[in-house]
């Protein structure tokens, strides 16, 4: 008989894969909520997610789905402008990422997506008939540079999105009319073009959760703004579709979740480390402990691969080489400031900007860490 995927990935299921609860239960929603025949067609399963996600509240209000609860979370955020390399940064991010969210600028084209429509109508006391209303209408879209890639991404890591492991934040943009109905009178208010939407972006997640992961292979300039913390390899796994590891992730994730744990505690420890006197010393212990952990999660992936359920979906286990750089939360500040989060270069220049405007600043104490990732792997 022979074996699916489903079949193997079902015979080697330890734990459940949670990376965020909130997320997981918000997209869970909305791949049920996928209108039928989607799935096959990756442009339609791009705007489908972005319609999805987008909500408007009585008043005509635009927002994004689970917005309040999300906005209390911490996410690791990518940094790339370029659809077509998701699968290939998730798959090397997931490692060191316990919530993954990736996302595209306003700066971005932008792809129309339709309009919602809501009105409250008002009620005259004595009569109990009508006697005005309020309308709102929204055209709303999302900016997106390859709808069809990020489709194939959403399909393919449906089952990273559906853990809260991996998600997409779209960025909206709208056009507001609004109408005022009262007996013969009416009044009307158009916004005339399409304008970004008020909404928590991937910077304040940066901000908020303190982990960028870069996969340009960038060589950023070292200053005491700017530190390197470490260079290590980081074991990948590697020649199965972003489908099937995505079902490897969440079936095989025991190593991923003590390994999160493990980088959790020890970042204390690193801006602790940044901030003492000894820096270097305090730094080099900390790399030594991360270096064993790696070797150690290593081992159980290479021992993972050579049992018959990885084996047969054609998994194996790569190494790719990883760099740590820590950049002062004011430089990071600034930086997303003006440049935002459009593409590596412009991010790693911005930051040189800032770094020669102050030759002199000291850090403030706060850290923000940015994995620089490399474009290739190798066989271990």
């Given at each position: 008989m022979r074996l699916t995927v489903p079949d193997t990935v079902g015979m080697w299921r330890r734990a459940q894969a949670i990376g965020d609860r909130d997320v997981a239960r918000q997209m869970r929603k909305i791949f049920k909520d996928f209108p039928a025949g989607s799935r096959r067609d990756p442009t339609a399963a791009a705007e489908a997610y972005a319609r999805l996600m987008f909500t408007t509240s009585k008043f005509g209000r635009p927002g994004v789905r689970g917005e309040k609860q999300f906005r209390r979370r911490f996410f690791d955020v990518g940094l790339t402008d370029a659809s077509s390399e998701f699968g290939r940064l998730t798959k090397h991010a997931t490692l060191i990422s316990k919530s993954f969210l990736l996302s595209h600028g306003t700066e971005a084209p932008y792809r129309h997506l339709g309009k919602r429509k809501d009105s409250i109508v008002y009620t005259n006391h004595d009569t109990l008939q009508p006697e005005g209303s309020d309308n709102y209408t929204v055209h709303y879209g999302f900016h997106c540079p390859d709808r069809h890639a990020l489709g194939m991404w959403i399909i393919k890591a449906e089952p990273l999105i559906e853990e809260g492991l991996s998600w997409y934040l779209p960025s909206y943009s709208t056009r507001s009319e609004s109408s005022s109905v009262y007996g013969f009178r009416a009044d009307r208010s158009t916004q005339d073009e399409h304008e970004p939407m008020s909404q928590f972006s991937a910077a304040d997640y940066l901000m908020r959760g303190g982990q960028?992961?870069?996969?340009?292979?960038?060589?950023?300039?070292?200053?005491?703004?700017?530190?390197?913390?470490?260079?290590?390899?980081?074991?990948?796994?590697?020649?199965?579709?972003?489908?099937?590891?995505?079902?490897?992730?969440?079936?095989?994730?025991?190593?991923?979740?003590?390994?999160?744990?493990?980088?959790?505690?020890?970042?204390?420890?690193?801006?602790?480390?940044?901030?003492?006197?000894?820096?270097?010393?305090?730094?080099?212990?900390?790399?030594?402990?991360?270096?064993?952990?790696?070797?150690?999660?290593?081992?159980?992936?290479?021992?993972?691969?050579?049992?018959?359920?990885?084996?047969?979906?054609?998994?194996?286990?790569?190494?790719?080489?990883?760099?740590?750089?820590?950049?002062?939360?004011?430089?990071?500040?600034?930086?997303?400031?003006?440049?935002?989060?459009?593409?590596?270069?412009?991010?790693?220049?911005?930051?040189?900007?800032?770094?020669?405007?102050?030759?002199?600043?000291?850090?403030i104490g706060e850290w923000r860490y940015v994995w620089i990732l490399s474009r290739k792997s190798r066989p271990l």
């Open positions: 960028l992961i870069d996969p340009s292979e960038s060589s950023p300039s070292e200053s005491p703004l700017v530190r390197p913390v470490l260079q290590i390899d980081l074991p990948v796994v590697e020649g199965v579709s972003l489908r099937n590891f995505s079902r490897i992730t969440v079936d095989e994730f025991d190593a991923h979740k003590r390994f999160h744990e493990f980088l959790s505690t020890h970042f204390l420890s690193m801006s602790e480390a940044l901030n003492a006197e000894r820096s270097q010393i305090e730094l080099a212990r900390l790399r030594q402990e991360i270096e064993d952990q790696v070797s150690s999660v290593r081992a159980e992936f290479v021992a993972a691969a050579r049992r018959r359920p990885l084996g047969a979906v054609g998994a194996k286990v790569a190494s790719t080489s990883a760099r740590l750089v820590a950049v002062d939360a004011s430089v990071m500040k600034r930086v997303l400031a003006t440049a935002g989060l459009s593409t590596a270069e412009a991010f790693w220049a911005a930051v040189d900007d800032v770094v020669e405007l102050h030759p002199r600043a000291t850090p």
